[in-house]
């Protein structure tokens, strides 16, 4: 049962363009969502996260959006660069998962100069 | 800057041969997690410690089994190598969740191939 889905395995677009990545829940206790990057033989480093009392969190180029009534959220990369091409995963925790984080599939994304 | 190392970026064992996995973090951090990242999959927790000597079975176990006698340090274990655990092993440590905060920290991962 996956509690977090990256429907998209993959995505390609233009340098200089926006980049929307998507990410779904099924778990209405979730409360806090992360989105980590990962480079090829590289340990995954986070990006950004959100609290569930918001619906928009903003750092730089990185925006992250929540919908809590469609259970859906979405990374934002404005301009996109061909330094952001990697493996993008959302994840998501609740106050009960004593830290534990729930990982989507991943997303490729692929910014083409 | 936290840091967390994992002793070997590239492993090869033959099947049924007993793996340890090293992970050591220093910020002394009371979680740490062992995932495994396969393609399409994602990363899958494996194991997880919220203290020294405690430890919680994440969501595929089966086959690893885990030691934490020190709080900078978490091994995995896989006590009888089979090819099916040829993977990516992440590590991971992070603040306890009462501390309103949830990011976790990863080392750069081995790569395990089990022939």
């Known amino acids: 049962d996956q509690q977090v889905k990256q429907n998209s395995p993959s995505l390609s677009v233009q340098e200089g363009r926006i980049s929307i990545l998507n990410c779904d829940y099924t778990n209405s206790m979730f409360d806090y969502f992360l989105w980590y990057k990962k480079y090829p033989a590289e340990g995954p480093t986070f990006l950004i996260s959100?609290?569930?009392?918001?619906d928009k969190n903003e750092d730089g180029r990185f925006t992250v959006f929540l919908n809590k009534s469609a259970k859906h959220l979405s990374l934002h990369i404005v301009p996109s660069q061909p330094g952001d091409s990697a493996v993008y995963f959302c994840?998501?925790?609740?106050?009960?998962?004593?830290?534990?984080?729930?990982f989507g599939q991943g997303t490729t994304l692929q910014v083409k100069p | 800057d936290v840091k967390v190392t994992q002793s070997s970026r590239y492993l090869v064992k033959r099947t049924g041969e007993k793996v340890f996995l090293e992970c050591v973090q220093d910020?002394?951090?009371?979680?740490m997690f062992w995932y495994r990242q396969d393609p399409g999959l994602g990363l899958r927790l494996i194991y997880f410690?919220?203290?020294?000597?405690?430890?919680e079975k994440g969501d595929i176990p089966e086959g690893y089994s885990v030691s934490r006698e020190k709080k900078e340090r978490f091994s995995l274990i896989l006590e009888s190598a089979s090819t099916n655990q040829t993977s990516m092993y992440l590590c991971?440590?992070?603040?306890?969740?009462?501390?309103?905060?949830?990011?976790?920290?990863f080392g750069p991962g081995t790569r395990l191939t089990v022939t």
């Open positions: 994840a998501a925790s609740a106050r009960s998962n004593t830290g534990k984080l729930i």
């Open positions: 410690s919220y203290d020294v000597k405690m430890k």
């Open positions: 959100i609290s569930s009392i918001k």
């Open positions: 910020m002394d951090h009371e979680n």
């Open positions: 991971a440590s992070s603040l306890p969740s009462g501390m309103g905060t949830y990011e976790q920290y």
